[in-house]
């Protein structure tokens, strides 16, 4: 069987990427989110294993001794990581697996060499970010204005990815995404050329 | 405007690649097929500026002394080699441009760090390559013996490019190369950052 593919998938806050993920996922059983740890407690509503890998802060420094993290990274006294094993046993099963992570994580795979399409999502106008923000009112303004901050940030690092998606349109950028993992099944890495009669 | 794509694209004699790129070329006029220089003299029906560019011996190693090749390659007393003029032109136009290139030339310009999408054309099993070569009927069974053996060096290094056709059926093999292209043109390097309000 083809192994799968990593998708290291990042941007800003509120710029749509976890809807087109989620409609993507709805057509496209082959398509696996990968589940971060984290070491912030559970909103009501979420569930372990589902949205998260909840541990306490001693259970998520001891699996980064013993290596067990693909990356991971803190903010604000929170710790979020990717579990190696999660991943592994997807891209064996053939699953493509997305990696929905924050710039800083996504830096960190790509200089440790991790082989992986990046695609980065952005909006058209960063304005757009701030209303959606303020839209969803669950932060304060203030939060709102360093969460942008750092939104400025990310996308000066944009560059970094191998693809862009903008935001623009929700339909157009699912048939993009679509399209950027449809080529990444034929990529070369992810053949068994043994099988072939070269 | 977007900037076009550079598609390095090699696979073996035989394989079929051509016949796929002239199927796309049917159905996107976006797609140019880049013009090689040559020395050898025009086979019949061949003109110059649609086949190939054909050039002397002395005029061919003058452009090569200005820098003007993009890569050039000889085999057999012969000498092949892309204008970097006819490539640019088309690239700035917006154009997707195929160098339909030989596995030597395709890994010169790999090594010297040319940014392009690197596509191999292969046949699920080598025998199948002999077979067509024998039904044009157009070389000796030496000479066919001979392009065999440079068509498996050119199988060993498949693994160098990014993306692997396997022409086993030709619209199976056409619809997987439009994929590649129309995800080529997300690639962020093709984008103008400038123009979002980031």
């Known amino acids: 069987m083809k192994k799968g593919n990593l998708f290291v998938y990042s941007g800003p806050s509120g710029v749509g990427k976890g809807t087109i993920l989620d409609k993507i996922m709805e057509e496209d059983s082959n398509v696996y989110r990968s589940v971060s740890a984290t070491t912030r407690s559970p909103r009501p509503g979420e569930i372990n294993g589902v949205h998260y890998y909840f541990m306490t802060e001693e259970e998520f420094y001891d699996s980064v001794g013993k290596n067990e993290f693909l990356e991971y990274v803190k903010t604000y006294?929170?710790?979020?990581?990717?579990?190696?094993?999660?991943?592994?046993?997807?891209?064996?099963?053939?699953?493509?697996?997305?990696?929905?992570?924050?710039?800083?994580?996504?830096?960190?795979?790509?200089?440790?060499?991790?082989?992986?399409?990046?695609?980065?999502?952005?909006?058209?106008?960063?304005?757009?970010?701030?209303?959606?923000?303020?839209?969803?009112?669950?932060?304060?303004?203030?939060?709102?204005?360093?969460?942008?901050?750092?939104?400025?940030?990310?996308?000066?690092?944009?560059?970094?990815?191998?693809?862009?998606?903008?935001?623009?349109?929700?339909?157009?950028?699912?048939d993009e995404l679509k399209t950027i993992i449809k080529a990444s099944r034929l990529l070369i890495r992810n053949f068994d050329l043994s099988k072939y009669k070269w």
Chains 1, 2 share one sequence.
């Open 77 to 174: 006294n929170t710790s979020y990581g990717t579990l190696k094993k999660d991943v592994e046993d997807k891209l064996s099963e053939g699953k493509d697996v997305f990696l929905e992570i924050d710039v800083k994580g996504a830096l960190n795979l790509k200089s440790a060499g991790v082989k992986a399409v990046y695609i980065f999502v952005a909006p058209v106008d960063i304005s757009i970010l701030r209303e959606r923000l303020i839209g969803r009112g669950t932060e304060t303004l203030e939060k709102i204005e360093e969460r942008l901050s750092i939104s400025s940030w990310e996308l000066s690092k944009a560059k970094e990815y191998d693809y862009l998606l903008i935001n623009d349109e929700l339909d157009k950028a699912c």
